[in-house]
């Protein structure tokens, strides 16, 4: 009896395999635009860290685990991007070199499925996480002691346009939720003259872009 088990559990995972298999692997590199909040503000002075919009460039790859489900891993990086800091006390505008690096993993959803040639059908939608990594200041001035890691959430979906048999456009949305950002430099900040109390807030950045997706 037992190897009668042990004989349905290796079919049974052989025939998960395959499956995996059979979805196959799909790459895209992709381009767009990050829209981003308040990094951090002082609620009684409205003194605050205003993050500006920037270019963003990325990787993903998505295993699919069926023909309506995948998992995804990517990374993807701001450039050019700034924020502003402002308010009664700190006085106008002074504007700040940052970069924004994210870590990411999330659950793929295809409700139309998959074209009979493994290729996806245009609508999708996800959910997941991972991290965003902020890097303060510039190569001619580092703010290390600024610099944080942080975990995110997130949701999107998207479009893919067909361009050939297993390749298309895909043009998406995702709004993350990061959560509050905190270091000792900002500890270091708030503490010289005049006095602050700056503190991170739980930030809501959007990301929208297009890429070129091939594979399954």
Same mark, same amino acid.
């Given at each position: ?8 559990a $290796? ?16 790459i ?19 003194d605050k860290?205003?993050?500006n919009?920037?270019m963003?460039?990325?990787?993903? @790859?998505?295993l ?5 489900? $995948?998992?995804?891993v990517?990374v ?9 800091a402002?308010g ?5 505008a002074t504007? @700040? ?11 793929v959803?295809?409700? $139309?499925?998959?074209r009979p040639?493994g ?10 996480g ?8 510039? &190569?001619?001035?580092?703010f290390?002691?600024?610099? &944080?890691?942080?975990p995110?959430?997130?949701a ?18 995702r709004?993350?939720?990061?959560t509050a ?6 500890d270091?900040?708030?503490q010289q ?10 930030m ?5 872009? &297009?890429?070129?997706?091939?594979g399954?």
């Amino acid at each position: 009896m037992r190897g009668k088990l042990i004989a349905a559990a $290796g079919l049974l995972a052989c025939a998960l395999a395959g499956n995996l298999t059979a979805q196959g692997i799909a790459i895209m590199p992709f381009g767009g635009y990050a829209i981003a909040g308040t990094l951090a503000e002082d609620d009684a002075t409205g003194d605050k860290f205003t993050m500006n919009p920037a270019m963003v460039l990325g990787i993903q @790859v998505e295993l699919g685990l069926s023909k309506n489900l $995948g998992i995804d891993v990517g990374v993807n990086k701001t450039f050019s991007q700034t924020f502003d800091a402002e308010g009664p006390t700190l006085g106008p505008a002074t504007e @700040v070199d940052i970069e924004m690096t994210q870590i990411t993993g999330s659950l793929v959803i295809r409700p $139309g499925g998959r074209r009979p040639n493994g290729g996806v059908t245009p609508l999708f939608f996800e959910v997941g996480g991972g991290v965003t990594m902020y890097g303060f200041g510039s &190569a001619a001035a580092s703010f290390s002691d600024f610099d &944080a890691t942080k975990p995110m959430f997130f949701a999107g979906a998207g479009y893919n346009l067909p361009v050939g048999p297993r390749a298309t456009i895909q043009i998406f949305g995702r709004a993350q939720m990061i959560t509050a950002y905190e270091s000792s430099g900002l500890d270091s900040f708030n503490q010289q003259p005049p006095p602050t109390n700056i503190e991170g807030k739980s930030m809501l950045n959007f990301q929208v872009g &297009a890429g070129f997706r091939w594979g399954r």
